[in-house]
């Protein structure tokens, strides 16, 4: 039985520029669910302590979870702050649609991952080199 080939590490960290693009997302997030409050203030039931605080807690577990993307966890988390943002449909519709919009994305995010992890295993990064053995 021959034993799998295995490569090299790729010469740049392909990781570093998917976290980058994983928290930026995020931050983007931020900003439309930011823009969110006035529809809901002014288009939806109004804004009122539920709604609010509902909506502020999502927002800031945005902001910290953009400084969470390191971890093996972050996508997982991601995804699951998407599920958070579509409940909030409960208070304006159009959040909801905010949630789904970015659920989309996230899975394309996740998408990426997996193809980068895919051609890492195949050596198909640049500098990856087969290794002797």
């Not at 520029?17 to 409050?37: D, P, Y």
């Not at 998407?82 to 989309?104: D, E, P, T």
Request: aromatic share 10%.
């Amino acid at each position: 039985m021959s034993e799998p080939v295995r490569f090299s590490p790729p010469t740049t960290d392909p990781w570093k520029g998917l976290r980058g693009v994983m928290a930026g997302t995020l931050v983007l997030e931020v900003i439309v669910l930011g823009l969110a409050f006035p529809i809901v203030a002014n288009i939806g039931s109004g804004l009122t302590w539920l709604s609010g605080g509902y909506l502020g807690l999502v927002v800031l577990a945005h902001i910290v979870a953009a400084g969470l993307q390191g971890r093996p966890y972050a996508m997982r988390l991601d995804i699951g702050l998407q599920i958070l943002v579509i409940i909030g449909g409960i208070f304006h519709w159009s959040i909801a649609v905010i949630g789904v919009i970015f659920l989309c994305v996230w899975i394309y995010i996740a998408y990426i991952k997996h193809d980068v992890e895919v051609r890492i295993e195949k050596g198909m990064l640049p500098g990856q080199e087969p290794l002797g053995g």
